[in-house]
């Protein structure tokens, strides 16, 4: 098994273009999240799903959307990019919500200027 | 939103010596997770613990859920050079927590092991 899987490793984008970063797993998780890392702060959560078909906010959404047209895939849009987007981002997944510890790709480390 | 005081924010340590850190909450958690962040990659879990006063070891790590539900340590015995990381506790499933995700994080302890 991969895990989670999330691509691109590295981007850069200007102020007003758009990137969808891209997360897939394939451990038949129904839950997925986007979290997003500042420096020498936690993760914040953005978006989560609890299955397909089904998206929900999390606490720092604003800027991004999200879609999960299947268990393994769970994309993160952001179509107006801005500076304060600048961070890296972590997809994560886990069979249950509760007593299921998350698993994390590798991040996407995104620069707007 | 719930915060999560992590301590100490960094730790400078030589190698051999044992290592403390510990996580509190003003909300009480019904899961405490440790996890263990690299250079260039995502956090990967170490311990999981699921009821308040749990004792749990994995190796030379050992960590504790608080009886208040309210806190959680993380300890490491005999600190090697591998440990190297930030080391982040996280909250899972409280009560006025919203959504599926439970989770919350705190700021993380930057370990740095002199040789």
């Known amino acids: 098994n991969a895990g989670v899987t999330q691509t691109p490793k590295f981007r850069i984008l200007k102020i007003g273009q758009s990137m969808t970063l891209q997360c897939t797993q394939d451990?038949?998780?129904?839950?997925m999240y986007w979290y997003r890392q500042d420096p020498g702060m936690g993760l914040k959560l953005i978006y989560y799903?609890?299955?397909?078909?089904?998206?929900d906010k999390g606490e720092v959404p604003n800027g991004y959307n999200v879609s999960r047209s299947t268990t393994e895939d769970f994309p993160l849009r952001l179509e107006l990019a801005a500076p304060s987007q600048t961070s890296v981002y972590f997809c994560?997944?886990?069979?249950?919500?509760?007593?299921?510890?998350?698993?994390f790709g590798n991040g996407t480390r995104l620069t707007v200027t | 939103g719930q915060q999560l005081n992590q301590s100490p924010q960094s730790m400078f340590i030589q190698e051999g010596e044992d290592v403390s850190m510990n996580c509190t909450s003003s909300?009480?958690?019904?899961?405490w997770l440790w996890y263990k962040q690299e250079p260039g990659e995502g956090p990967v879990l170490l311990i999981a613990?699921?009821?308040?006063?749990e004792l749990t070891s994995n190796g030379r790590l050992t960590a504790q859920f608080g009886i208040t539900r309210k806190d959680s340590f993380l300890n490491i015995s005999a600190s090697i050079p591998s440990d190297v990381g930030i080391y982040f506790c996280?909250?899972?499933?409280?009560?006025?927590?919203?959504?599926?995700?439970?989770?919350?994080f705190g700021k993380g302890t930057h370990l740095i092991i002199q040789p």
């Open positions: 994560a997944s886990s069979y249950f919500e509760i007593l299921s510890p998350l698993h």
């Open positions: 451990m038949n998780h129904n839950y």
């Open positions: 799903s609890v299955g397909a078909g089904i998206t």
């Open positions: 909300s009480i958690f019904n899961t």
């Open positions: 613990l699921y009821k308040a006063g």
């Open positions: 996280a909250g899972q499933g409280s009560p006025s927590g919203g959504g599926a995700d439970g989770l919350t």
